[in-house]
T-cell receptor, first 113, second 116 residues
Framework: LAKTTQPISMDSYEGQEVNITCSHN???????ITWYQQFPSQGPRFIIQ???TKVTNEVASLFIPADRKSSTLSLPRVSLSDTAVYYC??????????????FGKGTKLSVIP | DSGVTQTPKHLITATGQRVTLRCSPR?????VYWYQQSLDQGLQFLIQ???????AKGNILERFSAQQFPDLHSELNLSSLELGDSALYFC???????????????FGPGTRLLVL
């Protein structure tokens, strides 16, 4: 069973750029990579999604290398309100051919004033 | 507000009991997902339904079952509850027309279940 791996936690000062990397072996050829943000006692919220190379929106950038076995979420100039848990999500094909979703364990980002 | 509603917000029950969690997806969404989030296991995908049919299955226990009704709301049934079932249960919805990992999921506020 393929899985995703992320750092458990990261600390950053306000105003700095933060990069969070997710490893995802056996990602299916047509699968996308999606990142979510979660605040305590709330459901996850969509941040960004990509297939390969680089994607940018108003809140983040997503870098995906050619082999697509990892992805990096980049948050520019973080603020205290970015303190949250960040998850990457990829589709996952199990050995029996059934289709599954795999969330990473999540990275707890703490932004320090 | 994601547009996904879940009831109840909190649920306290005893071991061995059965409970039903309810989810209403965003207007227009055909897919519903259920997740369990506990402190030690993180966010675990349980099951997905699309337009009333089961589409994908994750680490859902045999004691748990779900269904999606013709009006597209979904229910997650948890039976023979154990202490370890205490967790936050999230429902999410999506349009449902794309491949699973291409779909943007909109999560509800969750139901906090406490089994005593």
């Amino acid at each position: 069973l393929a899985k995703t791996t992320q750092p458990i936690s990261m600390d950053s000062y306000e105003g700095q750029e933060v990069n969070i990397t997710c490893s995802h072996n056996n990602i299916a050829t047509n699968d996308y990579i999606t990142w979510y943000q979660q605040f305590p006692s709330q459901g996850p919220r969509f941040i960004i999604q990509g297939y390969k190379t680089k994607v940018t929106n108003e809140v983040a950038s997503l870098f995906i290398p050619a082999d697509r076995k990892s992805s990096t979420l980049s948050l520019p100039r973080v603020s205290l309100s970015d303190t949250a848990v960040y998850y990457c999500l990829v589709g996952d094909i199990r050995g029996a051919g059934s289709y599954q979703l795999t969330f990473g364990k999540g990275t707890k980002l703490s932004v320090i004033p | 507000d994601s547009g996904v509603t879940q009831t109840p917000k909190h649920l306290i029950t005893a071991t061995g009991q059965r409970v039903t969690l309810r989810c209403s997806p965003r207007s227009g969404d055909l897919s519903v997902y259920w997740y369990q989030q506990s402190l030690d296991q993180g966010l675990q995908f349980l099951i997905q339904y699309y337009n009333g049919e089961e589409r994908a299955k994750g680490n859902i226990l045999e004691r748990f079952s779900a269904q999606q009704f013709p009006d597209l709301h979904s229910e997650l049934n948890l039976s023979s509850l154990e202490l370890g079932d205490s967790a936050l249960y999230f429902c999410a919805s999506s349009v449902g027309t794309l491949r699973l990992a291409e779909e943007t999921q909109y999560f509800g506020p969750g139901t906090r279940l406490l089994v005593l």
